[in-house]
């Protein structure tokens, strides 16, 4: 059957976040059986004023695109949210994800960037560097290599403080533009501590 894409509708602020599952190449918004709403990043930025507004801003490598699977068909171990690890953005190069208004303050915050290589990878071929708020949190990061399969999801959690956005950027250590070789991502939480 034809699954429709969905946008959660919510009025009132989206600011500050409190907590925010991103969906990395989500068609829309879904909820997890614990009732979690995970977001996708890219939102129609004229919806209706009962949308959810919450704009996240991303910058893609050249050739970069989302990797999409049905998760009724590709089971993902490790995982109760087959759905989010099942897609993926790559060729990320930069996403700026809003945390608070200026005058808002920020927090202490666990962010999590959750992972899964794609069928085919192999140890060394996806090689890429992480950075939050411009400090390398992942160097040489391999997926495959840790998880030692694909559709295996792997999270890697930081605590740290956060004011008005939080700045993913992600580079291929390759340098290159090959699809092979870009920088993945299925998934970020950042669950306010403080």
Known sequence: PL???QVFAQPGPTLPVKHLYLDFGATGDRRDKTGKLWLAPTRDKDAGKLLLSYQVE???MDGAGHCRRSSAYTPIEDTDVDFVFASAA???EK???PIAEEDQGGGTFNVRLGFSALPGDQPGQR?????LNGKTVLKDFDIIKE???ADRALWKEFTMPLKKELILNMAPKSGSADVKEMPLINALQVLRTQ
């Open 3 to 5: 699954t429709l894409s």
């Open 58 to 60: 991303i910058k893609s």
């Open 90 to 92: 790559r060729g990320l």
């Open 95 to 97: 996403a700026t994800i």
């Open 127 to 131: 090689v890429f560097d992480v950075k």
């Open 147 to 149: 998880t030692g399969q």
